[in-house]
């Protein structure tokens, strides 16, 4: 009865082990199915979406500039209503950097951003080292002065020998130094080079007037002179900035850039950024 019992006891153990080895295989074959499970799932589900990162400086109303939106700090302007579609067209999630105009060509060369979208105008020399999107905006080139001194700079000739002030590393730098005598002020902001005009360090700034035109009106000492500049539209238009060789970057910049002109939208985008900066 005894050796009958350690049999029965014996043979219990060999069927509770082969038990718990059939269960151990059924959970790790429902692991593996889970794991599959899971992979086809997310083989089924649209591809994450990428980051296109955005080098631009945003002191350059209406085309890009800080603003305070629901108590909180952003980035706005028509360039970026720009990036934001190009961003959507690709399926990506837009990052902005804010940096010095100077630096926004290294920035896009060393990988640091994928495209500058920053009131850029495609001159040849930039071109050496970046690819650029078709034109999407011309602008207008203006003179700024003081209110008071209006009469004294009418024509361009009016500026020689005279204190000029310019972003650095910007197409207006490039017209002032065409000026003979002019003695220029570069400096990376916009707001540093008002700065330097209504506190009579420098007798006049070159930029664009849609950004003459805002500073205008909330500067109320300040007026954009009769001196014109004349420029090819090759000269006056911005385009975006893409490091050399993404061509693939390049035909949906311009797919969205053609899209938008097509429907109106890029005007429609610099009336919105002008109200914008009034708010």
């Given amino acids: 009865m005894k050796k009958m019992l350690l049999v029965m006891i014996g043979l219990m153990v060999v069927l509770t082990a082969c038990g718990e080895k059939k269960n151990e295989g ?9 794991a599959n499970a899971t992979a086809d799932a ?6 994450g979406q990428k980051t296109l990162v955005l080098g631009t ?13 629901d108590g909180k700090d952003a980035i706005v302007g028509f360039d970026i209503e720009i990036a934001k579609e190009i961003a959507k ?3 990506a999630e837009l990052k902005i950097t804010d940096m010095d105009f100077d630096g926004l060509l290294l920035a896009l060369d060393t990988g640091k951003v994928d495209m500058v979208i920053s009131g850029m105008t495609p001159t040849e020399e ?9 034109l999407y905006y011309l602008a207008e080139q203006a003179v700024l002065v003081k209110k008071d001194q209006t009469a004294q700079y009418k024509t361009l000739d009016d500026l020689k020998g005279k204190k000029v002030g310019v972003q650095k590393g910007s197409i207006q730098e490039g017209i002032a130094q065409e000026i003979e005598g002019a003695k220029l002020t570069s400096l990376a902001k916009i707001p540093e080079l008002i700065l330097e005009l209504t506190s009579g360090r420098s007798d006049a700034i070159i930029l664009e007037k849609p950004v003459a035109d805002q500073y205008v009106k909330t500067q109320t000492d300040l007026v954009v002179s009769e001196a014109k500049i004349v420029q090819s539209e090759d000269e006056a238009g ?15 910049a311009n797919a969205t850039i053609k899209r938008l002109k097509d429907g109106g939208d890029i005007d429609r985008f610099v009336v919105e950024a002008n109200e914008l900066v009034g708010e």
């Fill in 57 to 69: 400086s945003a002191d350059y109303a209406p085309y890009e500039f800080h603003k305070s939106i």
């Fill in 42 to 47: 997310g083989a089924s589900e649209p591809a």
């Fill in 26 to 34: 059924d959970s790790g074959n429902a692991g593996a199915a889970n």
């Fill in 238 to 252: 911005a385009a975006i900035a893409i490091k050399k060789g993404n061509q693939a970057l390049v035909d949906s």
């Fill in 126 to 134: 930039r071109k050496k080292n970046v690819d650029f999107s078709d």
């Fill in 89 to 91: 067209d690709m399926n």
